[in-house]
Each structure stands twice: as C-alpha cells, then as structure tokens.
C-alpha cells in the first residue's frame, strides 16, 4: 500500500509555524497585509478568493478584498494596482485570474511591485526562479517541494517526470526540481506516446487539468506520485489528474484529492505575504 502524502497535514504544520511568525512581527507593530482583487462574477474564483482571505484571518494576515465588476476598464484596474503598490501596510497583492477578455493579464501582473508579487507570476521573479536565487516561489510547485521534504523525499538523482508546462505549476515546478538536484523531463500535449515517459519516473507530477488522466499502466511500479489536478467529475466531485484507485497499489507514495497539494497552495500564499511584509518592513534581506 502506498504512503499518502497528507497535505492537510503539512499545510497546518506550516501555519502553526507561520502564526508564530505573524505574532512575532506583531510585537513589532508589523501586521502582515495581503490585498486580494477579484475582477468579474467567475464562482470558482469568488470561493479560491474568500478561501485565501479566511486563511489569512486566521493566522492574524489582514486582509482586503477588492470585487471589481465584471466590464472594469484596464486603466481602473492599474489605477488600483498603482494604489496597492504604493501603501506600506499591503505587502502582498493578488489579482485573481481568470481576468475578463478585456484586461491584458500579463501587463497587470508586470505592473505589480516585484516585491510585493507573492503569486510570484512577476516576470523578475520568474527570472529570479530561473537562477535559483529566488525570494518568492509559485504557491503550488512551492506546497509540493514542501511535502516532499515533509517525507523526506530527496529529488536528488531521481527522474522527476512533470506532465503539464503552464506558467502556474509545470514550468516552475520543473526548475525547482531541477535545482533540487533531480533529472527533469517536463512532458505537454504535443508529447509523443506520453506513457513511455511518465513509466520512468520516480516522481511523477501531474498537472493537466483532466480528470483521472494518469492511469495505472502510466506509472511504474514504487513511483512517488503528485496530483496537481482539481476537477469535478461528471457527478461535481472533486477529482484529480491520477487514477487514484487504479494507481494507488502500484506505487510507494501519493498525494490524495483532496487533502494533498491543495492545502499547500493557500499555505505557501501565506508564507509569501510573511515574507514580504519581512522584507517591506526591513526584517529581512531582499537577496
Ligand atoms: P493548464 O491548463 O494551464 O496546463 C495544462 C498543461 O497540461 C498544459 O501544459 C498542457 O500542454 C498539458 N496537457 C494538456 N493535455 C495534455 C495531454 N493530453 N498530454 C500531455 N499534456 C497535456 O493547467 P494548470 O497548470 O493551471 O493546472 C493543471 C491542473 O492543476 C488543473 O486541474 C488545475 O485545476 C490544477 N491546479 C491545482 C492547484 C492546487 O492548488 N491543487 C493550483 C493550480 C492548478 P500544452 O502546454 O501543450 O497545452
């Protein structure tokens, strides 16, 4: 039987040590800020929203939720960035995506201060990941580093296999792999015979976006096994990329859906807005 790889577990050991941390600041007159803009109706991203604002009032994070409707021009949009970027008590700022059709996405997250940019999607981040000089990481790839090293599960030597190359979990997950010392082969759609590839893993990290795509003859046998992926079935149950009951007996280790990567990825959110208020407020080096 496969060791589950408890997320829920590791994301509340996290915060435990965070709200330490908050409280530390707190003696300091330092309260941690983290603004968060929604733009449009979309009810996925409205529950994402009040799930990271929830998890920041519980850790002592304030918080401030920006719902801007759904026919908001780019200029207001940057205006309320610009705002954001220049008040000393948000360290962190998060505009939701998607955005709708009429917001150039890529311009608005260029627009948001690098150092307050805890999605770390800011092209100077990115660069900076590239390098292995980071200050903030991608939420997710960050969570599943962080339960890796939970269960002591070294990439060191070991082929990690990483299906899937978006900017949010593929890519950045592939270099922090890389810069963990592992062989890196990052597969996508264009991907001949996909199969040949993820049997060879050791780690498998899938991030698709298709319900139950990763099957049992997909994965070798002793595979330790990520899923990204969140998708609702043809019932709305909430599933992942992995064929959990098929793949399960077959490998050593595997996150769940839910309870795996999911919890880590609100959790490295947290750390991020930790750390920039750390740095906003000179507690900490901006390497
Ligand atoms: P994207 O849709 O941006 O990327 C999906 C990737 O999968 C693309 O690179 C695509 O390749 C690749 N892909 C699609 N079909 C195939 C195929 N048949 N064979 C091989 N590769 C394929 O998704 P995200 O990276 O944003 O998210 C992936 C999943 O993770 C989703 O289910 C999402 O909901 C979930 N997610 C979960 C999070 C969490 O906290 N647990 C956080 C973020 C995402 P190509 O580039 O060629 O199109």
């Given at each position: 039987m496969a060791q589950i790889l408890d997320g829920k577990l590791v994301a509340q050991k996290t915060r435990e040590r965070l709200r330490r941390e908050v409280a530390e600041l707190a003696e300091e007159g330092i309260v941690p800020g983290l603004a968060v803009v929604l733009v449009g109706n979309d009810v996925g991203s409205q529950v994402y929203v009040r799930n990271k604002t929830r998890a920041c009032e519980e850790l002592g994070i304030r918080s401030w939720q920006y719902n801007l409707p759904e026919d908001t021009a780019q200029a207001a949009l940057l205006e309320l960035i610009e705002k954001l970027n220049a008040d000393?008590?948000?360290h962190g700022i998060l505009v939701q995506s998607?955005?709708?059709?009429?917001?150039?996405e890529s311009l608005v997250t260029n627009y948001i201060r690098p150092e307050k940019d805890v999605d770390a999607f800011h092209p100077f981040n990115v660069g900076r990941i590239m390098l292995g000089?980071?200050?903030?990481?991608?939420c997710t790839p960050a969570g599943i580093m962080e339960i890796l090293r939970e269960y002591g599960?070294?990439?060191?030597?070991k082929h990690c296999v990483v299906v899937g190359r978006s900017h949010i979990v593929g890519r950045p997950m592939s270099m922090l792999m890389l810069h963990a010392n592992a062989t890196v082969t990052i597969c996508h759609?264009?991907?001949?015979?996909?199969a040949s590839h993820t049997r060879q893993a050791d780690i498998l990290v899938a991030a698709?976006?298709?319900?139950?795509?990763?099957?049992?003859?997909m994965v070798g046998e002793g595979a330790v096994v990520i899923d990204v992926g969140m998708n609702r079935d043809a019932e709305g149950k909430l599933c992942g990329d992995v064929d959990f009951a098929g793949v399960e007996p077959k490998v050593s280790a595997i996150t769940p859906?839910?309870?795996?990567?999911g919890p880590m990825t609100i959790t490295e959110l947290l750390q991020n807005t930790v750390t920039a208020a750390k740095i906003l407020s000179k507690k900490a080096e901006n390497p």
């Open positions: 000393p008590e948000v998607p955005l709708p059709a009429q917001i150039d000089d980071y200050t903030y990481l991608p599960i070294d990439p060191a030597g759609s264009h991907t001949r015979d996909l698709v976006g298709r319900e139950r795509f990763i099957t049992a003859d859906v839910p309870g795996g990567v």
